[in-house]
Structures are given as structure tokens and as C-alpha cells.
């Protein structure tokens, strides 16, 4: 269908300009909405996305609530300064409870299981263990928790764990914010995919040549940035991720990680288990933004199934999907002023449930 002229009526309803639109509908943009009008909630907001609901990472992600493992934080040092992780660390916590306090924990699935990093390498899990004491004096001056990581092991696996992680529903953690935004007022046009913008004028262009003009504009775009801006420095990261039939006696319960977070792996209630990860399998080919299934990364986790997790003989996968995450090159995400009034949140690099609705917010309080 080509696109026809507006009639009269149409421009009395649409010819608005907003005070604020967001492009991206997922975790971090729908957030960076809801905090702007309750801020001002006289104010016209629109928030636009091109798929039917947000298709990137939020609502295609695990549901792991981290603040980080062990083998993270310390990886994590090889690249970034102390301060910058332990900012990091500070982010996702509060992250982690504005969304809680905001959503609420029965909305959203909330479960505080805690996180477990587990090892079959011995040699690698001991080289982290005098790690230990140090996270957790800085757990102590950066959340004001003591003992938050603990030597210990599950099922006979060397492990550490992390008191203070959870897990939750990604479904209806998107849903729930999704229906706040509406009864705050707040507008939305889905299958709405922008192809251009003007930063400097904030004038938005639909690739079917709808227009959208506002005083203000955030970019929450994350994996997809790099089209809209080609300046800015994102990749795109592909995410697998398989849902398992149901199983008779699930030993595995809580969020876990392992292999430096590249594998991961939870309960979804008392009889299912999702794994996912492996992108560092087949690294170059996972760098896409593009969603599918890359059949040497699923055979790798059905034999990590196997053999680490020991899943009962005869256990089927029910469902597999992909989403896209965003990485920047140092990992630590971007919230940055692209012109006077248009603002970029985004590069969450792989771990953005606990932190997205702090970046929106951060995101909302730089209009
Ligand atoms: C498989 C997988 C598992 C993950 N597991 C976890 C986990 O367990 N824990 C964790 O902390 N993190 C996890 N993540 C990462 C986490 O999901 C993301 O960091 C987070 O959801 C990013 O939110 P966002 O709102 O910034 O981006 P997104 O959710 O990707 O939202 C961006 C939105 O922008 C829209 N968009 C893009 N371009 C345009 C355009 N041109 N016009 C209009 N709309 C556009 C997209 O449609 C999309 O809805 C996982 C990610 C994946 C893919």
C-alpha cells in the first residue's frame, strides 16, 4: 500500500509535536517514558517501535536479575578501570530495585534465588577464590550488604554464589511497564520502524514517510543504533536461548552461569530449565542483527545439557529463539547527548535486566 495524503481530520490528530519521543520500545526506552511523565505529566509523550511488540532483547532475554559473578567482575577488570566496574555494579543494584519498587515482585515473577557461577575446571574456579574477600568489601561500601558472594558448591560443583541476584518473567516485566506507560497517557505507534532523523531539528521519518516531530528525543535503540546513527559505536550480539519440555525432577534451581557467563542456565518453574548463550563458539557469525538459530551453538548447548547439567535421558527442547543484544566496545553503556535536545541510551552490552530502567531513567532526567 502506498502511503496517501492525511485528510484534514487526520492533521488535527496527528500533526502534534510531542515534548518527548522515544525510539525503542524495550526495557530502557519504555522506562526513559514512564519517568519523563511522571516527572511532568502534563507533557506528550510518544513512544515508537518497529515490531509488534518491542523485538529486540527485552522480551527475548533469560530473566536473570544480575549484579555480577565472580568471574565477571574480575574479567571485567582486565578492561575497565575498578571504579568504572564497580560504578557498574551500583547501576545494576539500583537498577535492580527501581524496577522491583516500581513493577512490584508478583507483576513481574520476581524470584530472589540468588546467582550461582559454576566451575568444572578446578584450576579455574581457584584462581578466583582470593577474589572473594575483596568483591565483597566492596559489596559492603557500594550496597551496604555483607557477605554477598559465597565459596561453595551445587551439586558437587566448585561454585560461588551471589545472595543478592534473582530472576524474573521478561514477558511480564514488558507488560507490566508497557500498561503503567498507557494509563500514564503516554502515546504509541508499533510496527513503526524510523529510517531517519534529524538530531538537530528532532524531526522522525518512518520508512513509510510518516513524520514525527518533537522537542525532545531519546534513541533507545540499543543492537540497532549503529543504523540510525552510524557514528556511534554498537555491535550487534546474537542471543540463543531454548526452553525445555517439561522434565519429572528438576535438580537444578536458581539463576547459574558458567564458562565466564557465556553459558547460562535457570528453572522456569518446578519442571522446565532454559539454557542459553555459547556465542563465544562461533563468535563472528553470532555478530548479526539478525535473528535465527545457529545450529553449531545449539548442538554445543544440548551437549553441555548432557554432559555438565546431566538432563534425564530422553529430554526434548520445546521452544528456541534469539534476540539481539548491543555491546560497546568497553562494555559499560552509552547515555549521551547526540545534540542539544536528543539523547542516547543505549549499548547495554548482554546484561541490561537489572540496569534498563536505571539507564532510562538517567535517560529522563538528562530532557
Ligand atoms: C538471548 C538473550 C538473553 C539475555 N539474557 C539476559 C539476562 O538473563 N539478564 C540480563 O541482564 N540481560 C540479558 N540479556 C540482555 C538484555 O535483554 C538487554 O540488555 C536489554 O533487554 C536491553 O534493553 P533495551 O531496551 O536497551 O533494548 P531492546 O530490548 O533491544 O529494545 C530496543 C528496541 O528498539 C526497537 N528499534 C530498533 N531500531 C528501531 C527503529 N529503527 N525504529 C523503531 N524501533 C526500533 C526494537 O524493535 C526494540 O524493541 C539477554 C539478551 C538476549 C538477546
Not at 219 to 235: D, E, G, R, V
Request: some cysteine.
Amino acid at each position: 500500500m502506498n502511503t496517501p495524503n492525511r485528510s484534514y481530520w487526520e492533521n488535527e490528530l496527528y500533526n502534534l509535536t510531542y515534548d518527548l519521543i522515544i525510539i525503542g520500545a524495550g526495557l530502557t526506552g519504555l522506562s526513559s517514558a514512564y519517568f519523563y511523565k511522571q516527572k511532568y505529566p502534563e507533557a506528550k509523550v510518544l513512544v515508537i517501535d518497529r515490531g509488534f511488540f518491542p523485538i529486540g532483547a527485552s522480551t527475548r532475554n533469560a530473566g536473570f536479575a544480575c549484579i555480577g559473578s565472580v568471574g565477571e567482575l574480575i574479567s571485567d577488570l582486565e578492561l575497565e578501570s575498578a571504579e568504572i566496574v564497580k560504578q557498574r555494579i551500583k547501576d545494576r543494584y539500583e537498577g535492580l530495585l527501581l524496577l522491583r519498587n516500581t513493577l512490584g515482585d508478583s507483576n513481574i515473577d520476581y524470584e530472589p534465588e540468588g546467582g550461582w557461577e559454576v566451575f568444572d575446571d578446578e584450576s579455574e574456579f581457584l584462581k578466583l577464590k582470593d577474589s572473594v574477600p575483596m568483591l565483597n568489601d566492596w559489596m559492603e561500601d557500594l550496597i551496604g550488604e555483607t557477605e554477598v558472594f559465597k565459596v561453595g558448591t551445587y551439586l558437587g560443583k566448585h561454585s560461588y554464589f551471589n545472595r543478592v541476584e534473582g530472576m524474573l518473567h521478561p514477558g511480564k516485566m514488558i507488560r507490566t511497564l508497557h500498561e503503567k506507560c498507557l494509563k500514564s497517557g503516554i502515546e504509541f505507534r508499533w510496527n513503526t520502524k524510523i529510517e531517519e532523523l534529524d538530531s538537530i531539528s528532532n524531526l522522525v521519518i518512518s520508512e513509510h514517510g510518516h513524520k514525527f516531530q518533537s522537542k525532545n528525543l531519546i534513541i533507545a535503540t540499543n543492537a540497532f543504533t549503529n543504523k540510525l546513527l552510524p557514528q556511534i559505536n554498537i555491535k550487534p550480539g546474537r542471543g540463543y536461548v531454548f526452553i525445555t519440555k517439561e522434565m519429572p525432577a528438576l535438580e537444578w534451581f536458581g539463576t547459574f552461569h558458567y564458562n565466564k557467563g557465556y553459558v547460562y542456565f535457570r528453572n522456569v518453574g518446578d519442571t522446565r530449565i532454559l539454557i542459553g548463550g555459547g556465542r563465544n563458539i562461533n563468535y563472528d557469525a553470532e555478530t548479526t542483527s539478525e535473528f535465527g538459530v545457529n545450529e553449531t551453538i545449539k548442538e554445543y548447548l544440548i551437549n553441555f545439557s548432557n554432559d555438565f547439567l546431566k538432563l534425564p535421558q530422553g529430554w526434548e527442547i520445546e521452544q528456541e529463539w534469539s534476540g539481539i543484544m548491543g555491546f560497546t566496545e568497553s562494555k559499560s553503556y552509552l547515555i549521551e547527548q547526540i545534540d542539544e535536545n536528543c539523547i542516547l541510551a543505549a549499548g547495554l552490552s548482554g546484561m541490561g535486566v537489572a540496569l534498563g530502567m536505571n539507564l532510562g531513567k538517567k535517560a529522563s532526567d538528562l530532557v
